[in-house]
């Protein structure tokens, strides 16, 4: 399932925690593709705290606690990590991460604490959601086969990975538009593994956030650049990033697009991916500017004129997605729209 379609079953997963309708829910998905990050953005949506728990790293004593002696009984210290009302907050997220690397001896001990909500005397808050994520067994991780048992308390999910889902989040996080642009250029790229060669840099949702952090630090270092890039995303990406990166000193003038002057289209295509790219940041950061309406109007326009229709519905479809409705109250956009108006859009 695509991640925007995830982050509204984990979102209504997580509110029906209120009515008491919650089920676990596992994501199964290659390393890199934003398993863990889904959930954390779905605990920032609703302002609760998310407790990461790395079963991988547990022993059974760490969930089920430390017996000690209270009189004639045994009772159990609870382990401090676990959900509590009063020390966390009335709702949350439990999130069990790489439960899938876990030894079968700690994930038998999480079998109670999925289903049940409850550990011994120890109980989940009713308002906190679980939520789970593993590496599957082909991807070369450190993985145990998930028993039966365990499976059968969850509700299971492939994400997969969707170039406009993660344009639209790096939109949002201020990913740089060259790697934007480089992506639409190259979509393949985003996600680029094969488990049977186990390499250690390799392009992913996450790798192209590293690469933007190194965009920030060594561009200008040309002779670093491309090697730190290559560190990112591996070999072959990164030089292809990275001469994508040093072809853009021939950009048209983004100002003057924005300023409204007859800019021409650059005929190279990678250019014309670039030139999308830094439009849509362009526009996101004149949002609250008094002349925001103006500033996407000529963007409409030179979208209006790519040679190949197709590339100016993608920066318009990017667009929408990053200034949302508002787009279509601008006046420019009925003249873009009945230029373009036997192209199909597909979400």
Not at 102 to 117: E, F, G, M, T
Not at 203 to 214: D, L, V
Not at 248 to 274: F, K, S, T
Request: aromatic share 8%.
């Amino acid at each position: 399932m695509r991640p925007a379609q995830l982050l509204r079953v984990l979102d209504r997963e997580f509110s029906s925690t209120a009515e008491g309708h919650h089920t676990p829910v596992m994501l199964w998905g290659p390393p890199g593709v934003g398993k863990s990050q889904m959930v954390a953005q779905i605990a920032e949506r609703h302002r609760v705290p998310m407790i990461d728990i790395r079963l991988s790293q547990m022993e059974p004593s760490d969930l089920r606690g430390i017996p000690f002696r209270a009189g004639d009984r045994v009772e159990w210290a609870i382990p401090a990590i676990l959900p509590d009302a009063e020390r966390h907050a009335s709702a949350g997220i439990l999130f069990l991460d790489e439960i899938t690397s876990a030894p079968p001896a700690v994930s038998a001990a999480a079998y109670q604490l999925i289903l049940d909500r409850r550990l011994g005397e120890y109980r989940v808050p009713d308002r906190w959601a679980i939520f789970a994520a593993g590496n599957r067994q082909g991807d070369r991780g450190v993985t145990y086969s998930m028993p039966a048992p365990l499976a059968n308390r969850f509700s299971h999910f492939e994400v997969e990975t969707h170039l406009d889902d993660w344009v639209a989040w790096a939109y949002a996080q201020g990913i740089d538009e060259r790697v934007i642009g480089f992506l639409r250029f190259r979509p393949e790229l985003l996600f680029d593994f094969d488990p049977a060669h186990n390499p250690v840099a390799f392009p992913s949702p996450r790798s192209w956030e590293f690469a933007h952090r190194c965009l920030k630090k060594f561009e200008d270092i040309p002779e670093l650049l491309q090697g730190t890039l290559q560190g990112c995303v591996g070999p072959a990406a990164g030089i292809e990033v990275a001469a994508f990166v040093d072809s853009l000193d021939q950009m048209p003038d983004l100002d003057a697009i924005l300023a409204g002057e007859v800019v021409p289209v650059p005929r190279e295509i990678d250019l014309q991916y670039a030139v999308a790219a830094a439009l849509v940041g362009r526009a996101i950061r004149a949002q609250g500017e008094p002349d925001k309406d103006r500033v996407i109007g000529n963007i409409l326009a030179y979208a209006g004129r790519f040679p190949q229709r197709e590339m100016g519905v993608m920066l318009v479809s990017d667009l929408h997605r990053a200034v949302g409705n508002s787009l279509f109250e601008v006046p420019a956009f009925a003249d873009w729209a009945a230029v373009v108006a036997d192209v199909m859009l597909y979400e």
